[in-house]
């Protein structure tokens, strides 16, 4: 199984967003296998005997069934067969005595699928295909059976026919037949079977799924609700396996790990999907090195092999630093262009209003030097730059946005700033245990998540000025891209109990089960986990995370094939004692307007 997988593996090259045509033919190549000796386990237990993109000229005078999509047909004689694994030529036999072989291949629509069966023979001289992997040979039929038709597409099967993102979502097997999605899904499996293989064959952690109906957990994200027969009882489903992996490590399951689900009702934003997929990982007797040095080999390891190898230890800054110099705590490394604090250079300034940011209680000047700016930047660049700071004024991240608004520009320019073969990780630690809450920030909310320890050295400030502590909390950052986070835990009841109810004053009942297991000999834990969609995201190069996933929700949270979220009818709601309290007019136009642009118009 190892050998075939990391020779598929290896034969992968990447269709990048900068490819602007992939075509059938270099798909084929993308997904040949660098070894050209057949893959039995391709077609075991099936109606073929190789695939369509197997084919050279060593299998020639063999005689092979294939089962495939019609891509395109040419003058009624000659047929391109395509799976999976590429693109074979057929050739339609003339004679008399083939008269019904001939009928099925020219009469069946594009994209019916078909079987056909027949030898492997040389193309004539000067008709092969170099731009083809298959191009030096083709079929030479004897029997076909047509499959199954297909009806007129709702869109053509190839990559460069544009097309909405909401047909395509309508559409998804559709969608799916494409290179790129057949890419995509494909590295993924690849990539998560390497990390299957680290974990539990090189590093003995188990691999254990926990439930997905479970309870409300207080803080953190927004949860999705589940109706129980009980009368006003609900199930929630999980953010994330957290408390799960914790109560594992109580009962001694001491490296677990999980290809997990997790569930949040965030509602829309680019980058995150109402239900995503985490490699969550939570080990015992562990310190935040021992994670970060497992993450750093997970993902050397699971790494595709046509990239730039992946380089350890990854570099690590400081949450304070990484606010300080990028404006925000998932800096994009690539790039300079740091924020600079110059406030000294203007302490004596006489320019009325950098006076009066300097007379505010910790009131800076801060600058961004825009390497050969003014040769690049025109005079509407510099007036959109104004504007992009006026209309984010007062963020505290206007700085860090800015730059990034600054690095489009120059790209926009033709200057090259982010390599997009470039994979810059970078660990961001020290993170504050608490951020002050932004609805009142006389009361505290945790960082990351309730169950975070205390930075060791920082411990002496919690009972007296909680929001100087640090903790040890960590994310990943990849390309300025937060894509895992964990910590260590607290494991110690006590120090939990008092973080959630006198800290954060959360109802404690609510993790009394937590609360309790960490009495009873609770090893010290900690973990992680990687966000798997943003990770294939980056490392495909997709536009939207959407693309690494086979069957994503629209920006609005709709699947947009099955339409759901789909209505219920009442008497189907009663066991679950619930009604509808439907929304006036005037609401559903106003949550319309709200949503203008997304994938579903
Ligand atoms: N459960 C956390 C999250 O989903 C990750 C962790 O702390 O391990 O962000």
Known sequence: MFCWLSRLYRGLSRPTRRTTQLIWGSFSRSLVL???????????????????????????????????WIQYRRQNIFLVLRDFHGLVQVIIPQDESAASVKKILCEAPMESVVQVSGTVISRPPGQENPKMPTGEIEIKVKTAKLLNSCKKLPFEIKDFVKKTEALRLRYRYLDLRGVQMQYNLRLRSQMVMKMREYLCNLHGFVDIETPTLFKRTPGGAKEFVIPSREPGKFYSLPQSPQQFKQ???????????????????????????????????????????????????????????DRDPVVVPFPSMTFAE?????????????????IVDISDMFRNTEVGFLQDALSKP????????????????????????????????????????????????????????????LFSFLWVVDFPLFFPKEENPEELETAHHPFTAPHPSDIHHLYTEPQKVRSQHYDLVLNGSEIGGGSIRIHDAELQHYILATVLKEDVKLLSHLLQALDYGAPPHGGIAIGLDRLMCLVTGAPSIRDVIAFPKSFQGHDLMSNAPDSIPPEELKPYHIQVSWPTDSETKKSSLNHPCHPES
């Open 34 to 68: 660098s070894s050209q000796r057949r893959i039995p386990e391709l077609s075991s237990f099936v109606a073929r005997t190789n695939t369509c993109g197997e084919l050279r000229s060593s299998h020639l005078g063999q005689e092979v069934t294939l089962c495939g």
């Open 322 to 338: 990484a606010l300080a110099s990028y404006g925000t705590d998932k800096p994009d490394t690539r790039f300079g262009m740091k």
């Open 362 to 421: 910790q009131g800076t000047i801060k600058a961004i030097c825009i390497p050969e700016g003014e040769k690049y930047l025109k005079r509407k660049d510099i007036e959109s730059i104004r504007k992009f700071a006026a209309d984010h004024f007062n963020q505290c991240s206007l700085l860090g946005k800015l730059r990034l608004e600054c690095a489009d520009l120059l790209e926009a320019r033709g200057v090259a700033l982010r390599d997009p073969a």
């Open 247 to 305: 109560l594992l490590m109580v009962g001694g399951l001491d490296r677990y790990f999980q290809v997990a689900r997790c569930y949040r009702d965030e509602g829309s934003r680019p980058d995150r999907q109402p239900e995503f997929t985490q490699i969550d990982i939570e080990m015992s007797f562990v310190e935040q090195t021992g994670i970060q040095s497992l993450i750093e080999g997970l993902l050397q390891y699971s790494w595709p092999s």
